[in-house]
Structure formats: structure tokens, C-alpha cells
């Protein structure tokens, strides 16, 4: 079992820079794919990125079309952190940021195929 907290949220302009974290603690990363999803006010939680290691290398990362080129995830495999780096935020970024993490391998883009969750991180972006 992992357990994940999220941290580096805040409030931001539009066209500024976050970078949030995801400490994770329990199990060593590189077994999980690792998922960042955000939920808005009065909207579902939707997919932003995902990524897979195999034998230290990243074996896939995935993006939503809403945030590629902008968004970027990696990690830190001594600190056991997976970050997320966001880049040129719009307000339609404004959401709870959350970091999820799943055993098995694969391209998963649903809530539901992860199995552990950090608790959020809430991401302000001002017009």
C-alpha cells in the first residue's frame, strides 16, 4: 500500500508557473503508474497526466489535450516525489489538483482504475 500527499498549490496569474508535489511513502514509486487528475467546481474529475517507469526509463507519459505542451510530469526517485510542473496556467486550470497512483501497468485515463488517492491540492489561476 502508498499513501500520497500533494503539496504546491496556491494562487496564481494567469501565465505564471506552479510546480506541484506528490511525496509518496509506503512503497517505492517506480511500482505504480502515477496519475495526476484535477475536479473543478460542479465538474467530474477528469485526467491530466499519467506516467509509467520500466527499468528506470519512462515507459510511457500521457497528457490531456488541455494541458499538453504546458504540463509536464517527472519524479525524483530519491525523495519518492512525482511532480507536476505547470507551465502558461489559464484560469480553466482553477481546480483541486489530485495525485493518484495504481499497481498495475497500463494507460489508464479513469478515476476509477486507481486505487490510491492523495488528499488534493487546490490551484487558483486569476484572470
Known amino acids: 500500500q502508498v499513501q500520497l500527499v500533494e503539496s504546491g498549490g496556491g494562487l496564481v496569474q494567469a501565465g505564471g508557473s506552479l510546480r506541484l508535489s506528490c511525496a509518496a511513502s509506503?512503497?517505492?514509486?517506480?511500482?505504480?503508474?502515477m496519475g495526476w487528475f484535477r475536479q473543478a467546481p460542479g465538474k467530474e474529475r477528469e485526467f491530466v497526466t499519467a506516467i509509467r517507469w520500466s527499468g528506470g526509463r519512462t515507459l510511457y507519459a500521457d497528457y490531456a489535450d488541455s494541458v499538453k505542451g504546458r504540463f509536464t510530469i517527472s519524479r525524483d526517485n530519491a525523495k519518492n516525489t512525482v511532480y507536476l510542473q505547470m507551465n502558461n496556467l489559464k484560469p480553466e486550470d482553477t481546480a483541486v489538483y489530485y495525485c493518484?497512483?495504481?499497481?498495475?501497468?497500463?494507460?489508464?485515463?479513469?478515476?476509477?482504475?486507481?486505487?490510491?488517492w492523495g488528499q488534493g491540492t487546490q490551484v487558483t489561476v486569476s484572470s
Open positions: 509506503g512503497r517505492t514509486l517506480s511500482s505504480y503508474t
Open positions: 493518484a497512483a495504481v499497481a498495475t501497468s497500463g494507460r489508464f485515463y479513469s478515476p476509477g482504475s486507481y486505487d490510491y
